[in-house]
């Protein structure tokens, strides 16, 4: 007689098995038509699971996050045996749901195409709409594999032979057709609704190998109904629209090649709009305190070994060999070892505590060519990187103040909030868990003093220490983890850091690692995307174009961009003899903030008429009151409010 709790509290018992089909029916038909699935004792189960003891129960609806996944992952079975009733001769081999969507390999003779994608979809709603049930069935490895080979899926037969010997061999139905899965899965097929769409293929290895068979993944997205497919969609247009690569190359900014695989060519406009970032960011570290260092990009692997990176990190780092001298360097992948080298280099004392140590670090990551993505994910960036070498004690305070200059930088930057999430030991990591619980516990400490809010990632923290990830929101809602603080008590102890206490001895600083950008080349694609290139005055590349309606007012054109470049602003002039109409619209597609237009009555009389990007309107200044409203309006925030 089973006892099954409830969320509120309540307390209900059953003669002989039950399932959560008979549990939410004994609660209502309400809930009897909305329970999706179940979670007893916190494991995600199919609503016909037969629960033999007592247990904690909570039923899945649509409204649960839970219920999308699902949706998404049964979306792929419907996936699969729409494609193999279409072409029967095509093996089905994987098919998970991943953030936003599903996908499934296929193997077939003949990839599939995009073209195909509109009888996939129709099979896939008739599939949906024949509401056929997903039966969960045990059976035996044996039979299983036998079964499988017979039909000829040796994919499947494969995945079979390499599970566990202790573990179930669990199939499931839908209908006539069935698959290989741990589910668990919705009631029936009807349950995925008809709120999806096929979005694109790509080839994928089996089982990610470049030696086994290639296959065609087919990616869809699903969604709990069509008000959020079409609101992802939108996002996807969005998106796309604000691409990086595209407005980069619009607004000629950078570019990449086959010469350079993951580093990136900036073009003038493109530095001009690093240099500035870059020094504003100098200026938040001058103002915070922080030294600016500059360590070496080629270290000798007998540093990285010592570290503990060479052992954890080894696969993504590029290494040199120096013949002559018998020694294997490598390209620096982060600078932390190099600033505990600076720390080291001398007698430290405890007065010298807080030492705020930044740098600009170049460093060079080995990435998969095909996880290469434009600026965002390169082989070769500069991160704004410091590291506060402290005592446990300024731990609370030194978090506050990261947090605080964090807050500062993003607000100017155009990003309103962030959140937190608080990633802690990783299962391969450096030192013992008393080290572990001791980070871990400084850190949350220091959350709780300055009143930080996080969620917790669990496993996600760095080999040396526990993190604090911030995480962005641009303007079309995605999510971009940027800003890091890590506690390590590591490797001041790995690399024999150590400063002179009050007591006049010896004591290991604990090293907080922090960036706020991560990396200047992901955030300022970031950046791009977050403005689709609209960049405020301060930050864009161009600031003004002067552009002349006819060529008599060619001299005063120029007069008016040296003016405006002696107040510090990045000018460009137009005085080419094309219609005024047509340089408006080019300037526009480049998106440059502000375009002067100049004619015979402006010289004459030493006005401008100023037009902003985005809108129609223009404005008649004298050339005096347009560069002090454009010198006020281009500096950047944090030296406005000097001002």
């Not at 699902?70 to 729409?82: F, K, S, Y």
């Not at 990610?208 to 609101?231: C, Q, V």
């Not at 496993?459 to 809602?477: H, N, R």
Request: with cysteine.
């Amino acid at each position: 007689m089973p006892a099954i709790t409830l969320p509120d509290g309540s307390v209900r018992t059953f003669d002989g098995t039950v399932t959560g089909t008979t549990i939410a029916a004994s609660i209502g038909p309400g809930l009897a038509k909305a329970a999706l699935a179940m979670d007893v004792n916190g494991k995600l189960v199919d609503l016909d699971t037969p629960i033999l003891e007592d247990a904690t129960v909570r039923f899945i609806t649509k409204k649960d996050e839970a219920a999308l996944e699902m949706i998404r992952h049964d979306a792929a079975h419907v996936l699969a045996e729409a494609v193999q009733s279409l072409w029967p001769e095509t093996q089905v081999t994987i098919g998970p749901s991943i953030k936003d969507g599903f996908y499934y390999d296929f193997s077939r003779e003949k990839p599939f195409t995009p073209e195909d994608f509109d009888a996939i979809e129709a099979r896939m709603r008739e599939i949906v709409t024949a509401n056929a049930p997903f039966k969960r069935e045990v059976w035996n490895r044996d039979d299983a594999i036998r079964f499988f080979e017979e039909k000829g899926e040796n994919f499947k037969a494969e995945l079979i032979r390499d599970l566990p010997e202790n573990e179930e061999i669990s199939i499931y139905r839908q209908g006539e057709w069935l698959d290989l899965c741990r589910g668990p899965h919705l009631r029936s097929t009807a349950d995925v609704g008809t709120a999806f769409k096929l979005m694109r293929v790509a080839g994928a290895y089996w089982r990610g190998d470049h030696r086994n068979p290639m296959l065609t993944r087919i990616y869809g997205t699903a969604w709990r109904d069509k008000k959020e497919l079409d609101a992802h969609l939108l996002r996807l247009e969005e998106a796309e629209k604000r691409d990086h690569r595209r407005i980069g190359r619009e607004m000629d900014l950078f570019h990449t090649q086959e010469e350079a695989v993951g580093q990136i060519f900036w073009h003038s406009k493109g530095w001009r709009l690093y240099t500035v970032l870059q020094e504003y960011m100098r200026r938040a570290q001058t103002r915070n305190d922080y030294e600016e260092v500059r360590t070496p990009q080629l270290v000798d692997r007998a540093l990285w070994e010592a570290s503990g990176h060479w052992d954890k990190y080894r696969e993504n780092m590029f290494v040199a060999t120096v013949e002559d001298e018998d020694k294997t360097l490598a390209l620096k992948p982060m600078n932390c070892p190099c600033h505990v080298q600076i720390f080291r280099h001398g007698l430290r004392s405890y007065r010298e505590l807080p030492l705020r140590m930044a740098e600009f670090g170049a460093c060079h990551r080995y990435e998969p060519s095909g996880a290469l993505h434009g600026i965002m994910r390169v082989r070769g960036f500069t991160q704004d990187d410091a590291h506060i070498f402290c005592t446990e004690d300024q731990i609370a305070d030194e978090t506050a103040k990261f947090v605080r200059m964090l807050d500062e930088v993003y607000r100017d930057l155009g990003f309103e909030s962030f959140r937190v999430k608080f990633s802690d030991r990783p299962e391969t990591r450096a030192g013992d868990d008393a080290t572990w619980d001791r980070a871990e516990g400084a850190l949350k400490k220091a959350c709780e003093i300055v009143g930080v809010d996080y969620e917790l990632n669990p496993g996600e923290g760095a080999f040396y220490g526990p993190k604090l990830e911030f995480v962005l929101t641009d303007a079309i809602g995605r999510d971009w983890q940027c800003g890091t603080l890590q506690v390590d008590y590591v490797l001041p102890e790995r690399l024999d850091a150590s400063y002179i206490g009050e007591d006049s001895n010896r004591h290991r600083p604990v090293m907080l690692h922090r960036a706020i950008l991560g990396s200047f080349e992901r955030f300022i694609g970031i950046l791009i995307e977050q403005y689709a290139g609209k960049f405020p005055l301060w930050l864009a590349p161009t600031q003004v174009v002067v552009a002349t309606i006819v060529s008599d007012a060619s001299d005063y054109a120029h007069e008016v961009a040296k003016t405006l470049k002696a107040a510090g602003l990045q000018v460009e002039t137009d005085v080419r003899s094309d219609k005024i109409n047509a340089k408006i619209r080019e300037h526009s597609l480049a998106r440059v903030p502000v375009i002067l237009v100049v004619g015979r009555r402006e010289a004459g009389e030493r006005k401008v008429a100023m037009r902003r990007l985005g809108g129609a309107a223009q404005e008649i200044l004298s050339l005096d009151d347009a560069v002090k409203t454009l010198r006020d309006e281009s500096l950047p925030p944090d030296l406005a409010r000097l001002t």
